[in-house]
């Protein structure tokens, strides 16, 4: 019984380290990155869509992102979708497709983003330990129930605190190398 649930709680612990990557993934680093549109949709055709399923996102230079739509009637909601958004970002319509000129990021503005790259990090953490603590109860209810004894209990104990320290560890390591890419100039 131990066994499986330390079985089932390593996957769980894993898409919490996916879903921070995926997180620090869209924030900026001052080099353009099509991440930073992924959590945009445009109200086209009657639904809401990603960019990436109505347009081609390509990366011409370290400071540019083209939007290439393949229907040019949506240019302009693709524009109206990234000026109503948080990302800070005036597009520039060609014509053609939109245009985003990412200016250069301020020291100040640099180290609130590392804050943020930080508070996403202390997230995965409560996941984990939320993950870990689901796990606990349910060896302590075993315990109870005599599904399983004191020392499945102690052994899965020591299980838990060292994968909960291996995945801190991860996080610390995955928010470290995103704070680098950030404050790299």
Known sequence: MVEDLLKEM????????QNLREELSRIRTGRAN???LDGLSVMVYGSNMAIKEIASVTVPDASQIFIKPWDKNVIGMIETAIRNSELGLS??????GVRLILPQMTEERRKEIVQMAK???DQAKISLRNVRGDVWGKVQNGVKTKEATED??????KELNTAITEMNKK???IVAEKEREILTI
């Open 10 to 17: 390593t996957p769980k612990m894993e898409a919490a380290l």
């Open 152 to 157: 499945d209990r102690d052994w899965a104990e």
């Open 91 to 96: 597009p520039i319509n060609d014509g053609v």
């Open 119 to 121: 508070k996403y990090g």
């Open 171 to 173: 996080v610390d390591e």
């Open 34 to 36: 099509p991440a930073i």
